[in-house]
């Protein structure tokens, strides 16, 4: 099994996805998603013209070793770009090792740890009657964990808010959220925190006397908090019972989320943004976090996220990985086998893909009783539609930014 040909496609039918094809001396195929929201075509450099070159020849069957040398190798270590070249190579060889195996992934890293996976859909509203609405549409759609994100009166747009409407996906007509938009430039929202603060709770209050006390509730800070704030609204949500509250600061200051454990007992997920352990030493080994957010593709693939996540295990930290629509669907089959096998699964995070994207990667994964399956097809089970692809050609899209009322940059 040695690596012949290795294919970087860039393709835009809803959005834009990066994706590696490696192909071995025996014809095997294996695929890896790189996509880097807003930030894509720096990771096909970083492949083209960096790692293709050093991949051809080498033996597929050594994931660990490649994975140790593009990382080593390179000497300049970590960041987004690396880890998401690396991540993508690491998948399309577990891709290609499952189907040399002729087995299912997730049965090559240990089999299955449970019937299917938790997920959580994205529910949305600039209002009440717009997120119930939202609730409603994916509790038929079949959630059984959902997201919350609302409108702030006196802001125009903020994240999470579903701002496209509505999308075609395969399985009908769902609410988008897609905050990367297609442009040269990116977008600009507003934020205040103190009108958010106040605004938030009396959401959660409403979604729990409409919904009742069972459903999970979650919901996305989205790193606009200092600690102290953070601190703050754990404890106002308290009463509602979240499944979690995510990046409720950067944390890229890791001890900022001991002012933050030290006030509130809402349980807290982190880590999206992300890409090795060492950005999580500190507050897996305190025990500041309760849900590792990383995706397999901005961590470095299979091999370096299951070793996170096997030292959050030692501290009853689980898995939450990372499911937009940016995490294409190469990306989203490493999450589900990984997250089958592993012991210490939480919840998945899973947006669906439009229509032309579902064209493109044909996928097996089944969704049944708010429950996920990676499917049964040897490899990750998903396969490229090259002529699909070449439909779409990339279109420069950018995440949008914030602006705090004087004009001051602020998180998004
Ligand atoms: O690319 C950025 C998005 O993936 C991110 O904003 C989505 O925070 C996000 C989430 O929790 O899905
Ligand atoms: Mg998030």
Not at 19 to 36: I, P, S, W
Request: hydrophobic share 40%; with cysteine; net charge negative.
């Amino acid at each position: 099994m040695i690596i012949d040909r290795a294919e970087v496609i860039v393709t835009s039918p809803d959005r834009n996805f990066v994706t590696l094809r490696l192909t071995t001396d025996d014809g095997l195929t294996g695929l890896g998603d790189a996509t880097l929201n807003g930030r894509e075509l720096s990771v096909v450099s970083y492949l083209r013209d960096h790692v293709v070159p050093l991949l051809i020849g080498r033996d597929a069957g050594r994931i660990e070793d490649t994975w140790q040398f593009l990382y080593r190798s390179a000497y300049w270590r970590r960041g987004p770009v690396t880890m998401a070249a690396i991540a993508a190579v690491d998948v399309a060889l577990w891709d290609i090792k499952a189907k040399a195996a002729g087995m299912p992934l997730y049965q090559l890293l240990g089999g299955a740890s449970r019937t299917g996976l938790l997920a959580y859909g994205h529910a949305s509203g600039q209002d009440l009657p717009e997120l119930f609405d939202s609730v409603r549409k994916h509790l038929e759609l079949g959630f059984r964990a959902i997201r919350i994100q609302s409108g702030v009166p006196g802001l125009k747009s903020i994240y999470g808010i579903a701002s496209n409407a509505t999308v075609e996906t395969m399985a009908g007509v769902r609410y988008d959220h897609e905050p990367a938009q297609r442009g040269a430039r990116p977008a600009e929202e507003d934020w205040d925190t103190r009108a958010y603060l106040r605004h938030l709770p009396t959401v959660f209050e409403a979604v729990r006397s409409e919904f009742g006390p069972e459903l999970p509730l979650l919901h996305d800070a989205h790193h606009r908090l200092t600690p102290i704030q953070a601190a703050k609204l754990g404890r106002s949500l308290e009463p509602y019972d979240l499944f979690w509250l995510e990046d409720c600061t950067p944390a890229e200051n890791q001890e900022a989320l001991r002012l933050v454990r030290r006030h509130t007992v809402t349980p807290l997920a982190i880590g999206e943004v992300f890409n090795t352990v060492w950005d999580y030493q500190q507050i897996i080994r305190e025990q500041l976090i309760d849900y590792v957010r990383s995706a397999v593709t901005h961590t470095g693939g299979i091999t370096h996220l299951r070793k996170i996540l096997d030292f959050a295990a030692q501290y009853q930290i689980k898995s939450g990985m990372h499911g937009p629509t940016d995490i294409s669907p190469v990306g989203m089959a490493a999450a589900l086998h990984l997250g089958l096998a592993i012991h210490n699964f939480g919840i998945q995070e899973y947006m669906q893909h439009g229509a032309r994207t579902d064209q493109v990667f044909q996928q097996s994964f089944t969704w049944s009783g708010g429950l996920l399956h990676p499917g049964e097809q040897p490899g990750l089970g998903v396969e490229l539609d090259t002529d699909e692809a070449g439909k779409y050609p990339y279109e420069q899209a950018y995440l949008p930014f914030n602006r705090l009322a004087d004009g001051t940059v602020h998180d998004w």
